[in-house]
């Protein structure tokens, strides 16, 4: 199954129908939710990263990790849950835009690293302890490849609409 | 006092730059791609009007060739008195806008649309 075929089946889903038959303000709204759901998923990234980085190293770290990582994945699951349906209500238009395939593998790439991060041994310690410059650089690391594969699933994501 | 972090300082540079590197793009909302001049065309409804997404949108066949029409926002288009249904498929209609300017693309947006005597003028400060 390749993925113009997935996405004339989302389209024709009952969620492509319910979503198409929810009146002319819908989309707008949809997409406003989608948008304060990346707003609060970056914003939130965005601080993180800008302090795993060095910026701000008066702020203990672990004061800050958890309100980011609390609201970036809210963010995440709201952006996730408008954009689905968002997606459904034309998916097949999209099946010929490059962007599609810059934001998803972005966005799985960008997953795939928070994974690493939240499993490595530097992560875990921040919590209890201060860190030794090599986890200090691990963590810089992965706030540098989080910044990069954000920003280019926001502006893939951005871009599809100007195909 | 705050402090100058260079890190910070590139982060903004970076995005200070993008719209400036993505400036092609803004042209949407001119409807950059098409063509200035106004066409008009006749033909019969294939699709009727779709409300669903960022633009309406209909499909109509002149000839041999199906084009795309792309209209206003949903609720503007709604706004010209048009209604999903209004213009039956099989109908005749005289659409008036800017096709592409990639003529292998049968595709127009929008200024308006004749059916009968009625004309539905969903973006009418483009005639």
């Known amino acids: 199954m390749n993925i113009p075929h997935l996405l004339f089946r989302l389209e024709a889903s009952p969620l492509g129908a319910f979503t198409r038959g929810l009146g002319v303000w819908s989309y707008g709204i949809i997409n406003l939710v989608h948008i304060l759901g990346i707003v609060m998923l970056f914003g939130s990234i965005l601080l993180l990263d800008l302090r795993l980085l060095g910026v701000w190293r008066s702020i203990p770290l672990s004061?800050?990790?958890?309100?980011?990582?609390?609201?970036?994945?809210?963010?995440?699951?709201?952006?996730v849950a408008s954009g689905i349906p968002m997606l459904a209500v034309k998916a097949g238009d999209y099946s010929d835009n490059?962007?599609?395939?810059i934001?998803?593998?972005?966005?799985?790439?960008?997953?795939?690293?928070?994974w690493l991060v939240h499993r490595s041994e530097a992560w875990r310690a921040h919590r209890v302890r201060d860190l030794a410059p090599p986890e200090r650089r691990r963590l810089a690391l992965g706030a540098s490849l989080s910044l990069t594969f954000w920003l280019t699933a926001i502006t893939g994501g951005r871009m599809i609409g100007y195909w | 006092m705050p402090r100058f972090h260079p890190a910070l300082f590139a982060a903004a540079v970076l995005f200070a730059a993008t719209p400036g590197a993505l400036s092609p793009a803004w042209a949407h909302h001119g409807w950059g791609g098409q063509e200035e001049q106004v066409t008009s065309l006749t033909g019969t409804v294939v699709e009727g009007v779709s409300m669903a997404g960022p633009h309406a949108t209909m499909k109509i066949r002149s000839g041999n060739d199906v084009w795309d029409?792309?209209?206003?926002?949903?609720?503007r288009t709604a706004r010209s008195g048009l209604k999903e249904g209004l213009i039956p498929v099989g109908a005749t209609v005289t659409v008036r806008g800017n096709r592409n300017s990639d003529h292998s693309r049968h595709e127009m947006k929008t200024i308006s649309i004749r059916h009968g005597s009625a004309e539905y003028h969903v973006y009418p400060d483009r005639e």
């Open chain 1, 98 to 101: 490059p962007f599609l395939l």
């Open chain 1, 63 to 79: 004061a800050l990790s958890r309100p980011t990582v609390t609201l970036a994945m809210t963010g995440f699951f709201i952006a």
């Open chain 1, 103 to 114: 934001k998803f593998p972005a966005i799985a790439l960008a997953l795939l690293n928070v």
């Open chain 2, 69 to 75: 029409l792309t209209l206003a926002p949903p609720a």
